[in-house]
């Protein structure tokens, strides 16, 4: 018995939901998705909820059962409120910009790193050293986000690079034999 699977999911106002065999079109006020899901899942919109029910209790089924009620769920939620992840940049010398649609980032390499808003994204810089990329596709968000991150990640021993702002670093010791040689 799937609990998640099971869930109706709310439509809320001013979104709208239509089905085409197995693609799903959630057309809402931050913009609309599509996505393509099992043909063997079933998916009804009743009234102002979207029903995800299986064909049996095969293991594949009740997989993907749970997976494509998330999902939609998530699309519903993204089209409404959209979703945002914040990074944080961290080191002496290393800043981040924004210049008309670039990223432009000097992480301490020769060179600055430049990344290009992609369609369905958008990405704030409120100050130097933190970075809000925002959409309304969960997936793509933190994507971009994880690409971002990717070009300097922090490391542990002084923790300098890019991290998501709830991210912990792990934090060691230096060299522990340092002025010790005879």
């Known amino acids: 018995m799937s609990r998640i699977g099971n869930k109706p999911i709310a439509i809320p106002a001013g979104v709208e939901v239509k089905l085409n065999g197995a693609e799903v079109a959630v057309k809402g006020p931050k913009g609309e998705l599509k996505n393509t899901f099992n043909s063997d899942i079933a ?3 009743e009234g102002n909820e979207v029903i995800v029910t299986r064909p049996s209790d095969a293991k594949e089924y009740r997989s993907l059962h749970g997976l494509t009620r998330t999902l939609i769920a998530n699309m519903i939620q993204g089209v409404t409120t959209g979703y945002s992840k914040e990074l944080e940049v961290n080191g002496v010398g290393y800043r981040v910009a924004k210049q008309g ?12 790193v ?3 808003e992609i369609p369905g994204i958008s990405i704030e810089v409120p100050n130097p050293n933190k970075i809000i990329i925002s959409g309304a596709d969960k997936q793509m968000v933190g994507q971009f986000a994880a690409d971002v991150r990717s070009k300097r990640p922090p490391e542990p021993y002084k923790g300098k690079g890019i991290k998501y702002v709830d991210e912990h670093i792990r934090r060691k ?6 002025g010790s040689k005879k």
Request: net charge positive; proline share 0%; aromatic share 4%.
């Open 173 to 178: 010791e230096g060299k522990a034999g340092k």
């Open 101 to 112: 649609k670039d990223l432009v980032m000097n992480l301490g390499f020769s060179h600055q």
């Open 43 to 45: 998916i009804k919109v």
């Open 114 to 116: 430049i990344m290009s």
